[in-house]
């Protein structure tokens, strides 16, 4: 039996196999009796299915168990790289005296990474997973919540799900460990603000850890460039006090859509509506495909327009930047693709014009202007970056580590060139200082960072860069009519 109630079945999904089968027993007796309109509830019989619709059913389970096989093979709960980096995380924020909550979306997760930690932490751990009861509610308060009027240190660790991340005090913790993102942002956001409370202040910094799929992994399900993208459009229209994935989160106009160009929106999105509009251009004008294809780095054209004005596209690396001049203001300023885009678009019949004679100068006032193009940020002698290259330096000056100063030269010329380097990474280098003193276990650090990242990561970062790594400069004139 299947009952098609999509919150029905939304709140079943941190029960267990008994609690779901009750559950649906007494909503079939609801619906049987007329209490829940069968207008919009209809109870399925398996049997009556349709043949098709069964052998589906049946090959994605027989998948689900060829994945379930393969998952075996890898031996992930006896030797799980993921959850070994928590532990020792978390050891190290324990010795700063901080309470920790970890959140994941899966009930299963949640179950397992309770049994690893309280092995790991005997004691310390609480676990608010599926239903919580009256007394695991107390402890919760009486550990975690600095407004509550009976206060404990029994546990410093706790464990949830979604369930906790709204309305309760957690700000005894002074740092949440998102597991894993959520597709909606929103709810790292709840998360978030758990922790980062109105009210009594026990830190002057909260902590934010996120664990994101590893290079191989991102490419294929992209989660993170869809959940910073997503949080990125909520900093920029509503704002937000947290950096909640990076802390080089910085909500400008140009920013957003370059990360709105990382993955197309389920939704109808500006994106979505600037991608139909070029398909249906080359449905109708095929020959532009292969023009675009042959358009140089740097392209200066004007065209009949509604006043006298000037866009200029600069991309730089991943970035791009759109600065903008109506010639009736005295300065540029930096827009969104999106406020511009009407003022660019034209008609392929559209006659081309001869830049004006104040092109130049309005050009040079935008190329020349500080707020426009990635401008180099000024050294700082305490950042990760800084310090991470101080640290390889030192470690390629070391003669027992000369079988490893290839991959060494390749992260030194990640942090020169590239920075693609997550903020772990840069961490655990800056780490391995407490190692100078212990040459094997230095190596063996060194060792698992390679594996984790590949030996190659280099060759792949500069294969996605190859064509990012060209100046691209388009300027577009409006000539008034």
Not at 441 to 460: A, D, M, S, V
């Amino acid at each position: 039996m299947f009952i098609l109630d999509r919150k029905l079945m939304e709140g079943l999904v941190e029960e267990d196999d008994k609690e779901i089968e009750k559950k649906l027993e007494e909503y079939k007796k609801r619906l049987e009796s007329g209490e829940i309109n069968k207008k919009y509830h209809k109870i399925y019989d398996v049997n009556k299915l349709k043949k098709e619709f069964l052998e589906h059913i049946e090959e994605d389970i027989k998948l689900f168990e060829d994945l379930k096989q393969k998952m075996e093979k890898l031996n992930l709960l006896k030797e799980d790289p993921k959850v070994n980096r928590l532990v020792v995380g978390i050891k190290e924020l324990l010795k700063e005296n901080m309470k920790v909550v970890i959140f994941t979306e899966y009930i299963d997760t949640a179950k397992y990474l309770k049994e690893v930690l309280e092995r790991e932490f005997q004691g310390k751990v609480l676990s608010a997973i599926g239903n919580i009861g009256k007394e695991t509610y107390e402890k919760i308060l009486k550990n975690f919540d600095a407004q509550y009027k009976e206060q404990e240190d029994q546990y410093c660790i706790l464990v949830t799900t979604d369930k906790l991340s709204e309305g309760i005090n957690l700000n005894r913790a002074g740092v949440v460990i998102n597991y894993d993102i959520p597709w909606n942002p929103v709810r790292v956001i709840q998360r978030v603000g758990r922790i980062n409370r109105i009210g009594k202040k026990l830190y002057d910094e909260i902590r934010i850890i996120n664990f994101f799929p590893t290079e191989r992994g991102a490419d294929i399900v992209k989660s993170r460039e869809i959940a910073e993208t997503k949080m990125f459009m909520i900093h920029h229209v509503l704002g937000e006090d947290a950096k909640i994935f990076s802390p080089d989160e910085e909500p400008k106009p140009s920013e957003l859509y370059r990360r709105l160009n990382t993955y197309q929106e389920e939704e109808e999105s500006f994106f979505s509506k600037v991608k139909k509009e070029y398909e249906d251009l080359l449905e109708k004008h095929p020959w532009i495909k292969n023009e675009l294809e042959n358009v140089p780095n740097r392209v200066k054209v004007a065209k009949k327009g509604d006043k006298n004005e000037l866009m200029v596209f600069i991309r730089k690396g991943k970035n791009l930047f759109v600065g903008y001049k109506d010639y009736s203001e005295k300065k540029p300023v930096e827009v969104s693709f999106e406020e511009i885009y009407e003022k660019i678009k034209a008609n392929p019949k559209d006659k081309r014009e001869e830049l004006s004679e104040e092109f130049w100068e309005h050009y040079q006032q935008i190329i020349e202007s500080s707020n426009f193009g990635p401008a180099k940020k000024p050294k700082n002698e305490n950042s990760l970056e800084v310090k991470a290259q101080n640290m390889i330096s030192t470690l390629l000056k070391r003669e027992e580590l000369k079988e490893d100063a290839k991959f060494l030269n390749a992260l030194m010329e990640d942090l020169v060139e590239y920075q693609t380097l997550s903020e772990y990474v840069l961490q655990e280098i800056v780490s391995w200082e407490r190692l100078l003193k212990k040459p094997e276990e230095l190596k063996k650090r060194i060792k698992e960072l390679k594996e984790e990242l590949g030996e190659n990561f280099l060759e792949k970062v500069k294969a996605r860069l190859k064509e990012e790594e060209r100046d691209v400069i388009i300027a577009i004139e409006n000539i008034g009519l």
